[in-house]
């Protein structure tokens, strides 16, 4: 069975460009989320969605950030215009029911350098 | 909300045990997990608590107190391939949001 996918695996920009992740989750999988590790920290929740809505985007920094998840499938988080205190590893999970009361299994991350 | 804390580093040698522990305060507890993260990689699911006892699987067991707020990650036997960090996770009742630790780096010397 195929894990989390996430794209791109890395990716560098320059201050003020726009930049965008793509994830997909396990087949079946009802509940996504976006988390955001910086380095030497734990993931921090941006947002989590249960199949096409987001239940819970209280931590997303709704100015320059944005995330959709039109088909309730895959997803992609965006930022717009990136500032240097983004680089960071951005992480997607998944789990198989609604209300977050499973396991979540995470994608390998997106790594972003902002310049 | 919640409050994770546990070491930021341990070292152990090849063979031997080791205990990494996790206290947490929280408004509202809905399960303990433990994840392993090698470097630049995903963390992986290792185990979950969410009753007062140990959990045994394989080389690793994890134990939780609810009323201590206290939970430990036991690996036995180890391995070179145990070096990672390994994250604490405290699930919140309602929000069902998890709030991880800053993880407890180990590594792990012939």
């Known amino acids: 069975e195929a894990g989390v996918v996430q794209s791109p695996r890395y990716k560098i920009i320059e201050k003020k460009q726009p930049v965008a992740f793509w994830c997909n989750p396990i087949s079946g999988h009802n509940t996504l989320y976006w988390y955001l590790q910086n380095l030497g920290q734990g993931p921090e929740l941006l947002i989590r969605y249960e199949n096409e809505e987001a239940v819970d985007d209280s931590q997303l920094p709704k100015d320059r950030f944005s995330a959709e998840r039109l088909k309730g499938v895959d997803s992609t988080l965006k930022i717009q215009p990136a500032e240097l205190g983004d680089s960071a590893v951005y992480l997607c999970?998944?789990?198989?029911?609604?209300?977050?009361?499973?396991?979540?299994?995470f994608g390998p991350g997106t790594r972003l350098l902002v310049l | 909300g919640q409050n994770i804390d546990q070491p930021t580093e341990m070292t152990a040698t090849e063979g031997a045990i080791v205990q990494i522990n996790c206290t947490y305060q929280?408004?509202?507890?809905?399960?303990l997990f433990w994840y392993q993260q090698h470097a630049g990689e995903a963390p992986t699911f290792l185990s979950y608590?969410?009753?007062?006892g140990l959990e045994e699987k394989g080389r690793f067991s994890s134990f939780l107190s609810r009323s201590k707020g206290y939970s430990y990650l036991l690996l036995k036997e180890l391995q070179m391939k145990d070096s990672a960090s390994y994250l604490c996770?405290?699930?919140?009742?309602?929000?069902?949001?998890?709030?991880f630790g800053k993880g407890t780096k180990l590594s792990v010397i012939p």
């Open positions: 996770a405290a699930r919140s009742a309602g929000s069902y949001q998890l709030t």
């Open positions: 608590n969410v009753l007062d």
């Open positions: 999970a998944s789990s198989l029911g609604v209300g977050g009361q499973e396991t979540q299994y």
């Open positions: 929280t408004s509202g507890f809905n399960g």
